[in-house]
């Protein structure tokens, strides 16, 4: 005997009923937006809100497969992006465009994910921002790898901060879409991120020299 807040044995061993009851989802929250009920997902996939939610263990379980689905597919078109062999301005370029587009045409399951849903439910929150860091910890690296910047703690702060002020940015560009062009927002904080951290790179090599006279 099941119950609405334990997965089926059944449920768990079926990827493909899975995804497409994730794709209901998917379908639900693009229509309604972040707003979208649960009753709503279950009635696009023909079965009832106790069933849909024994095939996650609860809401929160949908929550995050939800999350996992999303955050995956951005992960993996940042890396990519992030591993091009182009020039540094290029790759910064593509990088954030990649990110702005991937946000602005999933936007109603952007906003039920890092709003609603990230609100809502203490894991969810946890895998979006465990999705933030890992960005970062790669970003650093590069960093670290491309550079001559050897203070991996500083590395690490500076690419916690460009990962944090492009997504704000982006929440920003998102209520402006209509008014503010992508290129505009690309070039932007492309400028800030390529001028703002070799100035900041060679303050701090200037400040280092100044007590090791």
């Known amino acids: 005997m099941t119950t609405a807040g334990t997965a089926s044995p059944g449920a768990r061993r079926d990827p493909g009923r899975r995804r497409a009851l994730l794709e209901a989802a998917d379908r639900v929250i693009q229509r309604e937006g972040p707003g979208a009920s649960m009753a709503s997902i279950a009635a696009e996939a023909g079965i009832s809100k106790p069933i849909l939610y024994r095939h996650f263990g609860d809401k929160s379980g949908l929550y995050q497969a939800l999350a996992e689905r999303h955050t995956r597919k951005l992960i993996e078109g940042v890396q990519e992006e992030f591993s091009r062999a182009t020039s540094v301005r290029a790759r910064t370029r593509s990088t954030i465009d990649t990110y702005l587009s991937t946000i602005s045409n999933n936007l109603n399951l952007y906003r ?10 203490a894991a969810t929150h946890g895998a979006m921002s465990t999705m933030i ?14 550079s001559e910047l050897t203070d991996r703690t500083r590395a690490y702060v500076w690419a916690h ?3 944090g002020m492009v997504q704000t940015a982006g929440d920003w560009w998102l209520d402006h879409a209509d008014e503010v062009p992508r290129e505009t927002v690309v070039d932007s904080l492309a400028d800030l991120i390529l001028g703002g951290l070799p100035a900041a790179a060679a303050s701090s090599h200037q400040v280092l020299e100044l007590f090791s006279e």
Do not use: N, Y
Request: hydrophobic content about 55%; cysteine-free; overall charge negative.
């Open 133 to 146: 860091r890992g960005l970062s910890r790669e970003l650093a690296e590069v960093m670290i790898a491309e």
């Open 161 to 163: 901060a460009v990962v």
């Open 112 to 121: 039920f994910l890092m709003h609603r849903a990230s609100a809502e439910d």
